[in-house]
């Protein structure tokens, strides 16, 4: 088994261990007796966490795979940028809950601060993506034969429009209203969800066909 | 490596995990000294509900199996159709941990609202399959070489009548008894595990070997 | 990709979660300032349920492994055999959980009812297997091209040698004494874990090389 | 599927669910309204425990990757002590618990008890890696054909290396001071990881390029 190969399996398998393991944070409140939907109905805030999660760490996997395919070997220094890949994603689980419980329990200033902690990691994420294109950039015996230097220096706009973009979520989410900073962090994962397709533009494109293996 | 092999490498792991996370309902209750069997019968509603889960997770691996055998490739919608059939996986086990709860502590109203909610979480799980068989017929390309337009047309029957009759099943157990529900709930899921032979039909039938890689 | 790798690899999943829950209940205790030692070492009997897990789960991964090897394709049938197999391995934690538990805080009685539920849930894994090798003695095709009638028969034996012994052993803990089942459930799996060997008999043995794929 | 393609396939699955399960650890604790974030501020020793932790299993995994590329094959001898490898690798989210605890809530005495265990745990984790060595030199045929005796013997001296240094990492927590035991604990992870380097030499090297499979 080549390197690469061992890289994606262990990124994929870390992948869908997070987007399962937030589940366990939709608990069953305790209830008394008749008082079950009650309880659910309790439980809402904790459900728009759960799903705004799982479409980010979805979002993620996409991007994580869409990028794997413009590589087309790793280092050891490689497997360093991927683990700080993936010590983002496997952080994920923690904002998520305490967004869901400062939703629940908190007042404004509890949600504020929620809403900067996940603008934050958010944040953060994008910084390793920063260091896997600049490598990328430097080292193009790495890179998939079709890949030229262009398309890879490309690639380097999104992690620091993520970077910025996440970050002036956060002020806002401070200064201004947390509410717009949870719409913002909404927004901003929807137009990760639409832009991994333009990660993969020159490879394959939405509605082409991949081949299979 | 190819797209399709890391989504079903992706969609593998997420079933398995949701399928092994099912065992973490099984809390052993606190008891006092002497008092480990009475505590352990009082946990047999929740093991009902793993077991009954464990089976539906396992139909649902071997249809999800099933289907992608008639896939060829992989595009960016798809892998999103596919991540909203995972969705509603990884949400199983939130409806059984309610469903555990509510036959250990509720009355015949709470008992109600569990029966509807998982009906409903079984219900809407239908609900991406259509999405992926319309886009299936819409991209031949996608298809594997064996797979004609008409066996497509006839996948999508099947989650039409789980949307259909897992929606019946709900409002069975919310009008008239929410045993029959429950009991609604399983005949489904074992009709769901006969007919994953079906969605196969043309492919490989019962007792007929599928080859090694 | 064919059916049987990806049944090896979900079971494979499956095996691995099993094998890493187990941690979960190593609880830190609560303990009061300076008296972490202490509250550690009432962990123990939960560290020695957790050890002889790990090996069991262990054990039941090679045995699954060796026994894939005489296997060439899967059936529908087959998947749920397999599923009926890692349904008991996926139970695992909660006899593990219950044994510590008694062993910590249970008397005579409680200790009884764990050593007995271990007894009783690691021979009714033996079950699945019995219908495993009667179907692959029914159907030829789905058999690896080396391995005959006579193998198959033979591996038969093993999964009634569990059930019977773990029964036994269960007896014996409920009539004699439970630290009587509790030691024969420890032989049971060290004897378990040295005939894995057996079961490979033809195949390779102990210190012959398996080939790389 | 060869032998050593699903021994690796499962040491990634474990590997992957430890470094995901660690984020377990990082509990929102109870917060009064407003109180959120001084309730974070709580977090911060389970925070650099989870860090500490990541990075360690990842200095782990890599290592395992580095060497797995020596060995063709495997015998159940070895299956035997990659699983207890995997024991160690298992274990490490109870003493990162364990630490993270005692930098909350413990005085001096209960860090220096987790610092210990810590040392202890990652002590222990060198002795299989001992085992594995001295059997790889034993069995030629198990190598990669590029792998000579020499190497192998080189590879040895690293898990003495960590059996002792750890060993006294864990002294010195005990008898000087555990902060001082602690600072080493960190030490030697990031020497680890600096040296899976070093057990790479001849295979590929620092920014050298692995092929894709």
Same mark, same amino acid.
């Given at each position: ?14 992948? *869908? ?39 980010? /760490? ?8 869409? /990028? ?20 983002? /994603? ?7 809950? /305490? ?14 601060? *929620? ?85 993969? *533009? ?12």
């Amino acid at each position: 088994m080549a390197d690469i190969g061992r890289l994606a399996a262990f990124s994929d398998a870390v992948f *869908a261990i997070v987007i399962t393991l937030l589940v366990l944070d939709l608990r069953v409140p305790e209830f008394h007796e008749g008082q079950l939907a009650a309880s659910l109905r309790e439980e809402a805030p904790s459900f728009l966490a759960f799903v705004v999660s799982f479409v980010y /760490v979805g979002v993620l996997w996409l991007n994580h795979h869409a /990028v794997l395919q413009l590589v087309r070997g790793t280092t050891l220094a490689l497997n360093w940028i991927n683990l700080a890949i993936l010590f983002g /994603v496997v952080l994920i689980p923690f904002p998520t809950m /305490v967004l869901a419980s400062a939703l629940a329990n908190g007042d404004t200033d509890d949600l504020r601060v *929620a809403v900067v902690l996940y603008a934050l990691a958010a944040a953060l994420m994008s910084a390793p993506w920063l260091v896997f294109f600049a490598y990328l950039r430097r080292h193009p015996a790495l890179r998939a034969s079709h890949v030229g230097q262009d398309q890879v220096r490309a690639q380097q706009a999104r992690p620091i429009i993520g970077l910025v973009l996440f970050g002036l979520t956060g002020l806002l989410g401070w200064i201004v209203n947390p509410l717009f900073g949870l719409l913002g962090i909404v927004v901003m994962i929807i137009y990760h969800g639409f832009t991994s397709e333009g990660v993969r *533009a020159g490879t394959f494109q939405w509605g082409r066909t991949g081949r299979r293996g």
